[in-house]
Protein backbone atom coordinates (compact mmCIF):
# COMPACT_ATOMS: atom_id res chain seq x y z
CA UNK A 1 0.00 0.00 0.00
CA UNK A 2 1.22 3.19 -1.30
CA UNK A 3 -0.18 6.37 0.60
CA UNK A 4 0.48 9.81 -1.34
CA UNK A 5 -0.07 12.98 0.24
CA UNK A 6 -0.98 16.20 -1.39
CA UNK A 7 -3.09 13.78 -3.64
CA UNK A 8 -4.73 16.88 -5.08
CA UNK A 9 -2.51 18.93 -6.50
CA UNK A 10 0.06 19.23 -10.01
CA UNK A 11 1.90 16.35 -9.00
CA UNK A 12 -0.32 14.05 -6.55
CA UNK A 13 -2.76 13.67 -9.17
CA UNK A 14 -0.91 12.28 -11.96
CA UNK A 15 0.88 10.30 -9.41
CA UNK A 16 -2.71 8.56 -8.28
CA UNK A 17 -3.63 8.27 -11.40
CA UNK A 18 0.13 6.62 -12.21
CA UNK A 19 -0.16 4.24 -9.53
CA UNK A 20 -3.53 2.91 -9.66
CA UNK A 21 -3.20 2.49 -13.55
CA UNK A 22 0.00 0.32 -12.26
CA UNK A 23 -2.20 -1.88 -10.26
CA UNK A 24 -0.87 -0.52 -6.11
CA UNK A 25 -3.08 -0.28 -3.79
CA UNK A 26 -3.38 3.62 -3.37
CA UNK A 27 -4.27 5.82 -0.68
CA UNK A 28 -5.01 9.26 -1.58
CA UNK A 29 -4.93 11.94 1.68
CA UNK A 30 -7.09 15.03 1.21
CA UNK A 31 -8.26 17.54 4.40
CA UNK A 32 -11.64 17.12 2.49
CA UNK A 33 -13.74 13.85 2.99
CA UNK A 34 -14.19 13.70 -0.90
CA UNK A 35 -11.92 15.25 -3.12
CA UNK A 36 -13.50 15.35 -6.72
CA UNK A 37 -11.75 13.38 -9.66
CA UNK A 38 -9.82 11.32 -8.28
CA UNK A 39 -9.59 7.61 -10.27
CA UNK A 40 -12.16 4.86 -9.24
CA UNK A 41 -11.13 2.70 -6.64
CA UNK A 42 -8.74 4.78 -5.38
CA UNK A 43 -9.47 5.05 -1.36
CA UNK A 44 -10.10 8.48 0.35
CA UNK A 45 -8.40 9.02 3.99
CA UNK A 46 -9.40 12.55 5.41
CA UNK A 47 -6.12 13.48 7.30
CA UNK A 48 -3.88 17.25 7.22
CA UNK A 49 -0.11 16.65 6.99
CA UNK A 50 -0.47 19.80 9.41
CA UNK A 51 -1.32 17.96 11.88
CA UNK A 52 0.83 14.93 11.97
CA UNK A 53 -1.53 12.52 14.16
CA UNK A 54 -4.15 12.36 11.66
CA UNK A 55 -1.89 10.93 9.76
CA UNK A 56 -0.76 8.55 11.87
CA UNK A 57 -3.97 5.91 11.36
CA UNK A 58 -3.86 6.19 7.58
CA UNK A 59 0.10 4.73 7.24
CA UNK A 60 -0.60 1.84 9.13
CA UNK A 61 0.15 -1.27 7.20
CA UNK A 62 1.80 1.39 4.44
CA UNK A 63 4.92 0.35 2.58
CA UNK A 64 5.53 3.56 0.97
CA UNK A 65 4.48 6.97 1.92
CA UNK A 66 5.27 10.56 -0.27
CA UNK A 67 5.67 13.08 1.19
CA UNK A 68 4.55 16.33 -0.22
CA UNK A 69 4.52 20.09 1.54
CA UNK A 70 1.86 22.03 -0.09
CA UNK A 71 1.06 26.03 0.73
CA UNK A 72 1.96 26.81 4.49
CA UNK A 73 3.11 23.67 5.68
CA UNK A 74 5.86 24.48 4.25
CA UNK A 75 6.08 26.91 7.23
CA UNK A 76 6.93 26.43 10.62
CA UNK A 77 5.38 23.30 12.33
CA UNK A 78 5.67 20.26 14.41
CA UNK A 79 9.61 18.56 13.94
CA UNK A 80 9.88 17.01 10.82
CA UNK A 81 11.45 13.91 12.84
CA UNK A 82 8.14 13.11 14.64
CA UNK A 83 6.56 12.45 11.43
CA UNK A 84 9.39 10.04 10.47
CA UNK A 85 8.61 8.67 13.54
CA UNK A 86 5.39 7.85 12.76
CA UNK A 87 5.91 6.67 9.93
CA UNK A 88 8.44 3.91 11.14
CA UNK A 89 6.42 3.12 14.23
CA UNK A 90 3.51 2.04 11.31
CA UNK A 91 5.32 -0.02 9.29
CA UNK A 92 6.26 2.04 6.48
CA UNK A 93 9.15 1.08 4.29
CA UNK A 94 9.68 3.50 1.94
CA UNK A 95 9.74 7.42 1.55
CA UNK A 96 9.61 9.66 -1.24
CA UNK A 97 9.77 13.63 -0.62
CA UNK A 98 9.75 16.62 -2.91
CA UNK A 99 11.77 19.13 -1.83
CA UNK A 100 13.26 21.81 -4.64
CA UNK A 101 15.88 22.20 -6.57
CA UNK A 102 16.45 25.40 -4.11
CA UNK A 103 17.45 23.27 -1.05
CA UNK A 104 20.58 21.93 -2.60
CA UNK A 105 21.62 25.67 -5.09
CA UNK A 106 20.74 28.17 -1.84
CA UNK A 107 21.37 26.68 1.17
CA UNK A 108 20.60 29.47 3.41
CA UNK A 109 17.34 31.01 1.80
CA UNK A 110 14.89 31.05 5.05
CA UNK A 111 11.58 30.48 2.44
CA UNK A 112 13.17 26.60 2.25
CA UNK A 113 14.17 25.97 5.93
CA UNK A 114 11.51 23.92 6.11
CA UNK A 115 12.34 21.57 3.41
CA UNK A 116 15.70 21.61 4.28
CA UNK A 117 14.29 20.70 7.86
CA UNK A 118 12.32 17.32 5.89
CA UNK A 119 15.23 16.52 3.99
CA UNK A 120 17.52 16.32 6.94
CA UNK A 121 14.88 14.09 8.61
CA UNK A 122 14.45 11.48 6.21
CA UNK A 123 17.98 11.01 5.90
CA UNK A 124 18.27 10.13 9.22
CA UNK A 125 15.25 8.39 9.71
CA UNK A 126 16.64 5.07 9.10
CA UNK A 127 14.04 4.35 6.35
CA UNK A 128 14.89 4.03 2.46
CA UNK A 129 14.36 7.30 0.72
CA UNK A 130 14.38 8.82 -2.38
CA UNK A 131 14.42 13.19 -2.23
CA UNK A 132 12.74 14.71 -5.58
CA UNK A 133 14.36 18.22 -5.99
CA UNK A 134 12.00 19.76 -8.79
CA UNK A 135 13.29 23.07 -10.44
CA UNK A 136 9.91 25.61 -11.31
CA UNK A 137 6.67 23.91 -12.30
CA UNK A 138 5.51 24.82 -15.22
CA UNK A 139 2.12 24.85 -13.51
CA UNK A 140 3.35 27.82 -12.01
CA UNK A 141 1.99 29.47 -15.65
CA UNK A 142 -1.77 29.11 -14.12
CA UNK A 143 -0.82 32.43 -12.22
CA UNK A 144 -1.47 33.83 -16.15
CA UNK A 145 -4.87 32.08 -17.13
CA UNK A 146 -6.64 34.57 -16.16
CA UNK A 147 -5.52 37.73 -18.07
CA UNK A 148 -4.72 35.25 -20.71
CA UNK A 149 -8.62 34.40 -20.87
CA UNK A 150 -9.59 37.76 -20.83
CA UNK A 151 -7.06 40.18 -22.33
CA UNK A 152 -4.95 37.37 -23.92
CA UNK A 153 -1.95 39.15 -21.77
CA UNK A 154 0.82 37.50 -20.09
CA UNK A 155 2.25 39.93 -17.12
CA UNK A 156 6.03 39.01 -15.53
CA UNK A 157 9.28 39.92 -14.80
CA UNK A 158 11.86 39.16 -16.37
CA UNK A 159 10.93 38.55 -19.66
CA UNK A 160 13.68 36.43 -20.61
CA UNK A 161 15.81 34.78 -17.66
CA UNK A 162 15.26 31.29 -19.11
CA UNK A 163 14.94 28.46 -16.45
CA UNK A 164 14.13 24.87 -17.49
CA UNK A 165 10.25 24.64 -15.80
CA UNK A 166 9.22 21.10 -15.11
CA UNK A 167 5.74 19.45 -16.38
CA UNK A 168 4.21 18.30 -12.71
CA UNK A 169 2.98 15.50 -14.16
CA UNK A 170 7.14 14.20 -15.00
CA UNK A 171 7.69 14.54 -11.20
CA UNK A 172 4.22 12.20 -10.75
CA UNK A 173 5.79 10.07 -13.32
CA UNK A 174 9.38 9.92 -11.27
CA UNK A 175 7.83 9.57 -8.31
CA UNK A 176 5.69 6.83 -8.83
CA UNK A 177 8.82 4.89 -10.35
CA UNK A 178 10.83 5.19 -7.18
CA UNK A 179 7.38 4.52 -5.27
CA UNK A 180 7.38 1.31 -6.41
CA UNK A 181 10.91 0.21 -7.58
CA UNK A 182 13.80 -0.78 -5.40
CA UNK A 183 16.87 1.07 -7.05
CA UNK A 184 16.97 4.44 -5.79
CA UNK A 185 17.21 3.99 -2.15
CA UNK A 186 19.61 7.01 -1.21
CA UNK A 187 19.49 9.04 -4.41
CA UNK A 188 18.87 12.60 -4.44
CA UNK A 189 17.04 13.70 -8.23
CA UNK A 190 17.16 16.99 -9.75
CA UNK A 191 14.04 17.14 -11.81
CA UNK A 192 13.92 19.48 -14.92
CA UNK A 193 11.91 20.61 -17.83
CA UNK A 194 13.80 19.45 -21.02
CA UNK A 195 15.20 23.31 -22.12
CA UNK A 196 15.48 26.66 -20.45
CA UNK A 197 12.82 29.31 -21.61
CA UNK A 198 12.05 32.10 -20.27
CA UNK A 199 8.54 33.96 -19.65
CA UNK A 200 8.02 35.75 -22.74
CA UNK A 201 9.35 32.34 -24.85
CA UNK A 202 6.10 30.41 -22.51
CA UNK A 203 4.25 33.16 -23.25
CA UNK A 204 4.60 32.25 -27.23
CA UNK A 205 4.06 28.89 -26.69
CA UNK A 206 0.74 29.02 -24.87
CA UNK A 207 -0.26 31.53 -27.87
CA UNK A 208 1.04 28.64 -30.25
CA UNK A 209 -1.03 26.17 -28.61
CA UNK A 210 -4.24 28.61 -28.17
CA UNK A 211 -3.75 29.40 -32.12
CA UNK A 212 -4.61 33.12 -30.99
CA UNK A 213 -2.03 36.06 -30.34
CA UNK A 214 -0.78 36.66 -26.22
CA UNK A 215 0.54 39.98 -25.55
CA UNK A 216 3.63 40.10 -23.22
CA UNK A 217 3.93 42.58 -20.47
CA UNK A 218 7.25 42.81 -18.53
CA UNK A 219 6.41 44.40 -15.04
CA UNK A 220 9.14 45.56 -12.70
CA UNK A 221 10.62 43.57 -9.91
CA UNK A 222 9.15 46.18 -7.70
CA UNK A 223 5.60 45.73 -9.23
CA UNK A 224 5.71 41.90 -9.56
CA UNK A 225 6.73 41.81 -5.33
CA UNK A 226 3.64 43.62 -4.65
CA UNK A 227 1.52 41.27 -6.51
CA UNK A 228 2.48 38.24 -5.29
CA UNK A 229 2.65 39.67 -1.71
CA UNK A 230 -0.52 39.52 -2.01
CA UNK A 231 -0.69 36.02 -1.69
CA UNK A 232 2.60 34.61 -0.45
CA UNK A 233 4.79 35.49 2.33
CA UNK A 234 7.13 38.01 2.03
CA UNK A 235 10.66 35.44 2.16
CA UNK A 236 8.68 33.48 -0.62
CA UNK A 237 8.09 36.20 -2.60
CA UNK A 238 12.00 37.29 -2.16
CA UNK A 239 13.14 34.14 -2.77
CA UNK A 240 10.92 33.39 -5.37
CA UNK A 241 12.37 36.45 -7.40
CA UNK A 242 16.00 35.88 -6.20
CA UNK A 243 15.66 32.56 -8.62
CA UNK A 244 12.92 34.07 -11.43
CA UNK A 245 15.53 37.40 -11.72
CA UNK A 246 18.84 35.69 -10.83
CA UNK A 247 19.48 32.28 -11.37
CA UNK A 248 22.67 31.07 -10.55
CA UNK A 249 24.32 29.12 -13.54
CA UNK A 250 23.15 25.30 -12.55
CA UNK A 251 19.57 26.52 -11.96
CA UNK A 252 19.52 27.11 -15.71
CA UNK A 253 21.13 23.83 -17.04
CA UNK A 254 18.94 20.73 -17.61
CA UNK A 255 19.61 18.39 -15.53
CA UNK A 256 19.66 14.42 -16.81
CA UNK A 257 17.76 13.07 -14.00
CA UNK A 258 14.16 12.67 -15.45
CA UNK A 259 15.23 10.62 -18.28
CA UNK A 260 17.79 8.20 -16.11
CA UNK A 261 15.04 7.15 -14.30
CA UNK A 262 12.28 7.19 -16.99
CA UNK A 263 14.61 6.49 -19.72
CA UNK A 264 12.48 9.27 -21.69
CA UNK A 265 13.40 13.11 -22.32
CA UNK A 266 11.28 15.82 -19.65
CA UNK A 267 7.76 16.89 -21.26
CA UNK A 268 8.66 20.03 -23.40
CA UNK A 269 6.27 23.27 -21.77
CA UNK A 270 3.98 22.81 -24.88
CA UNK A 271 2.82 19.68 -23.47
CA UNK A 272 1.56 21.09 -20.36
CA UNK A 273 -0.36 23.78 -22.13
CA UNK A 274 -1.91 21.77 -24.76
CA UNK A 275 -3.36 19.63 -21.45
CA UNK A 276 -4.27 22.33 -19.82
CA UNK A 277 -5.46 24.23 -22.46
CA UNK A 278 -9.15 24.82 -21.07
CA UNK A 279 -7.45 26.94 -18.16
CA UNK A 280 -6.22 29.76 -20.87
CA UNK A 281 -9.57 29.52 -23.39
N1 LIG B 1 5.77 25.54 -7.75
C1 LIG B 1 7.07 25.41 -7.94
O1 LIG B 1 7.67 26.02 -8.85
C2 LIG B 1 7.86 24.48 -7.05
C3 LIG B 1 9.23 24.30 -7.31
C4 LIG B 1 9.96 23.40 -6.50
C5 LIG B 1 9.33 22.74 -5.44
N2 LIG B 1 8.00 22.96 -5.21
C6 LIG B 1 7.36 22.25 -4.10
O2 LIG B 1 6.28 21.45 -4.60
C7 LIG B 1 5.28 21.36 -3.59
C8 LIG B 1 3.93 21.72 -4.18
O3 LIG B 1 3.51 20.69 -5.07
P1 LIG B 1 2.10 20.80 -5.84
O4 LIG B 1 2.15 21.99 -6.76
O5 LIG B 1 1.80 19.47 -6.41
O6 LIG B 1 1.12 21.13 -4.65
P2 LIG B 1 -0.30 21.84 -4.73
O7 LIG B 1 -0.96 21.44 -6.01
O8 LIG B 1 -0.14 23.29 -4.44
O9 LIG B 1 -1.06 21.23 -3.46
C9 LIG B 1 -1.21 19.84 -3.31
C10 LIG B 1 -2.30 19.53 -2.32
O10 LIG B 1 -1.85 19.71 -0.99
C11 LIG B 1 -2.99 19.72 -0.16
N3 LIG B 1 -2.74 20.53 1.02
C12 LIG B 1 -2.63 20.04 2.27
N4 LIG B 1 -2.42 21.01 3.15
C13 LIG B 1 -2.39 22.15 2.46
C14 LIG B 1 -2.22 23.50 2.82
N5 LIG B 1 -2.01 23.85 4.11
N6 LIG B 1 -2.26 24.43 1.85
C15 LIG B 1 -2.46 24.10 0.55
N7 LIG B 1 -2.64 22.81 0.14
C16 LIG B 1 -2.61 21.86 1.10
C17 LIG B 1 -4.15 20.18 -1.01
O11 LIG B 1 -5.05 19.09 -1.07
P3 LIG B 1 -6.40 19.01 -0.22
O12 LIG B 1 -7.07 20.33 -0.33
O13 LIG B 1 -7.13 17.90 -0.94
O14 LIG B 1 -6.00 18.67 1.18
C18 LIG B 1 -3.52 20.41 -2.38
O15 LIG B 1 -4.36 20.01 -3.46
C19 LIG B 1 5.72 22.29 -2.44
O16 LIG B 1 6.39 21.55 -1.44
C20 LIG B 1 6.71 23.21 -3.11
O17 LIG B 1 7.66 23.72 -2.21
C21 LIG B 1 7.25 23.80 -5.98
Redesign the pocket.
Known sequence: MIVV????????RPLVAALAQAGEEVVA????AQ?AGLPGGVRVAQA???NFASIAPVLEGADAFFI???????GPGEAATNLLDIAKRAGVKRVVL?????SGTRSDTPS?NR?REFEAAVRASGLEYTIL?????A??AYAWSESVRTNRTVFSPFADVALP?ID?AD?ADVAAVVLREDDHAGQTYVLTGPEAIGPRRQAEMIAEVLGEDVTFVELSREDAHAAMSQFMPEDVVSGTLDVLGSPLPVEQQVSPDVHTVLGRPARPFSDWVARNLPAFK
Open positions: TGATGNIGVSRSPDLGLLAGELNVSSQLHLRPGGFSNVPI
